[in-house]
Nanobody, 116 residues
Framework: QVQLVESGGGQVQAGGSLRLSCQSS????????IAWYRRPPGKFREFVAR???????SYGDSVKGRFTISRDSTGKIIDLQMNNLRPEDTATYYC??????????WGQGTQVTVSS
């Protein structure tokens, strides 16, 4: 089992920044990857960012250049730094862990609201 807890969500005005954190019960070296997804209101869930066990990041097209995913020294906290936020970034953000067995675990989500 992998337990994931997201935090850092809130409301911010357009152009501002917000930092989300995903706390994992298992460190990244013991996982294949940790990723962030989001579901905007009335839309499908979409990929935001991913960090594999080797530390290689990848990003969805809509956030590339604005968001940065990173890990702390323990490998159990995965941050998503969000800059230049837009109203279109309003969504519930979810953390997902992929185990070495390719099992998926999801956090409960944290709400981000960007106002104009």
């Amino acid at each position: 089992q992998v337990q994931l807890v997201e935090s850092g969500g809130g409301q911010v005005q357009a152009g501002g920044s917000l930092r989300l954190s995903c706390q994992s019960s298992r460190s990244l070296p013991g996982l294949n990857a940790i990723a962030w997804y989001r579901r905007p209101p009335g839309k499908f869930r979409e990929f935001v960012a991913r960090l594999d066990r080797g530390g290689v990041p990848s990003y969805g097209d809509s956030v590339k250049g604005r968001f940065t995913i990173s890990r702390d020294s323990t490998g159990k906290i995965i941050d998503l730094q969000m800059n230049n936020l837009r109203p279109e970034d309003t969504a519930t953000y979810y953390c997902k862990a992929l185990t070495l067995r390719v099992d998926e675990y999801w956090g409960q989500g944290t709400q981000v609201t960007v106002s104009s």
